[in-house]
């Protein structure tokens, strides 16, 4: 098969330039997806993080560029700052690795907007690189004109829809030609986003490289029931048993971040924080730190971190479940990246196992294990378990002890003493059920009066 990377459909000055970076074997993604937009289709490309998705759109937009024409001709959308700038210095090191008097622009919030009201003055961007707020305040404002743009791509699509950008977008996307080569990057493709695309795109190329709800089979992924123990106490055991290169913990909350950072400080791991509580340039300054080495571990929130190329994340740690499931698989996905070996591992408790089964529904399979002797051993799963019991009578773990009980006993009435315990919790969890919405309801309308 052809590499594309040599393929004469690209520049000389871009062959060459991807040869300097030492980029001489494309990916399955990029050898996919490169000649579809060389050849000017629109795609939909379905791809697991760290599958080199950004050179595949990276490359045939530079090479679509004419340096000659000096107004922009492709735009590129990222959800987050920190991914907006990822994209804007790689997008530069392959310009300048070419060659290329292309002129690139970084359109990002959390910046001086008055500063890049006057870099677009002065020089006029070929390559816009933007977050979807500040793309849509600079074209309706007409600080950016886009109307003659010939290419329009949007990365991480699914994490666009999920923070509520898509409008944006679909504002930017109305002000281009009807003709716009259009293409999505996403790990995941939800209903919402099929919906969208459906109003820009007429049989888009579809591209799915993998299945994103697997984990990658580089990696060893582990679920831990902490029990009746201290989360945080198997959190700081996990963390210094093998003494990982870099170990990358989940949390969902900026609050809860903030408490992890300062439990493991306390028991004196030197520890690094990333959530969107913390300024741009403290969280710069914290990423320059951790790719120095400086930082062995390194507490985040989902949307803070996505996005990010941390490299040499060895270990990654789901301290709680995230109410997104798909957040597990982004998460998981920051570790065995380029085709190195990694390691997560899922927190929960009994409880919780509901919520793994849904994400082994998903395609994610996981391996049982606890802690002994300073290890990680496997153990039997005791939901694989469950599965083979009957679905019909379904019964709260703390009735499980009664029911055995009687069980064994063999006494008259034995069978109808279960039935009305197992009707009795039902009923039970009906009660906190109907509870949880009277109040949840309250609260709406609580809200609603307040924003009268």
Do not use: C, W
Request: aromatic share 6%; glycine share 6%.
């Amino acid at each position: 098969m052809n590499n594309i990377f040599t393929d004469e459909k690209l520049r000389p000055e871009i062959r060459a330039g991807l040869a300097k970076i030492n980029f001489t074997k494309p990916t399955k993604v990029q050898a996919e997806v490169i000649p579809l937009l060389l050849d000017g289709k629109n795609a939909i490309v379905q791809a697991v993080t760290g599958s080199g998705k950004t050179h595949a759109y990276l490359v045939p937009v530079l090479n679509a560029i004419a340096v000659d024409h000096k107004y922009t001709q492709a735009v590129i959308t990222a959800p987050s700052r920190e991914l907006a700038e990822q994209l804007y210095l790689v997008a530069r090191q392959l310009r300048d690795a070419s060659g290329l008097n292309i002129s690139i622009a970084h359109l990002a919030g959390g910046t001086d907007r008055e500063r890049q009201i006057q870099k677009l003055t002065a020089n006029k961007p070929q390559l816009v690189i933007a977050t979807p707020g500040r793309l849509h305040d600079f074209v309706q404002k007409k600080l950016l004109l886009v109307d003659q743009a010939q290419v329009l791509i949007v990365d991480e699509a699914d994490m666009t829809l999920d923070m509520g950008f898509l409008a944006d977008i679909d504002y930017v996307a109305q002000k281009m030609p009807k003709d716009v080569l259009f293409a999505v990057f996403s790990a995941t493709i939800p209903v919402k986003l099929t919906n969208f695309l459906r109003k820009y795109m007429k049989r888009p190329e579809q591209v799915t490289i993998d299945n994103p709800a697997v984990i990658a089979p580089g990696i060893k992924n582990d679920l831990l029931d902490v029990g009746s123990k201290s989360r945080k106490g198997i959190l700081y055991q996990l963390l210094t048993m093998g003494q990982p290169y870099l170990a990358l913990i989940f949390a969902n909350t900026k609050q809860r971040v903030d408490e992890l950072t300062a439990y493991l400080q306390s028991q004196g791991l030197k520890v690094a924080k990333i959530h969107g509580g913390i300024t741009e340039r403290e969280r710069k300054r914290t990423l320059r730190e951790v790719a120095q080495g400086q930082f062995q571990y390194v507490v985040a929130t989902d949307l803070a971190a996505r996005g990010l190329d941390i490299d040499g994340v060895s270990l990654v740690i789901n301290y709680e479940i995230p109410r997104d499931l798909e957040f597990v698989i982004h998460r998981i996905g920051r570790t065995g990246r380029n085709g190195l070996t990694g390691h997560a591992v899922t927190l929960i408790r009994e409880e919780e196992m509901n919520r793994i089964a849904g994400l082994e529904h998903m395609g994610i399979h996981f391996d049982f294990v606890q802690i002994k002797n300073g290890e990680l051993v496997p153990r039997n799963h005791y939901h694989r378990r469950s599965e083979r019991s009957s679905t019909n009578h379904k019964i709260d773990p703390k009735l499980n002890g009664y029911v055995k009980k009687e069980k064994k006993k063999r006494k008259p009435g034995y069978k109808r003493k279960i039935k009305q315990a197992i009707q009795k919790d039902k009923a039970q969890k009906r009660k906190i059920e109907q509870r949880h919405e009277v109040r949840k309801a309250k609260r709406m309308r609580k809200k609603r009066r307040d924003e009268k």
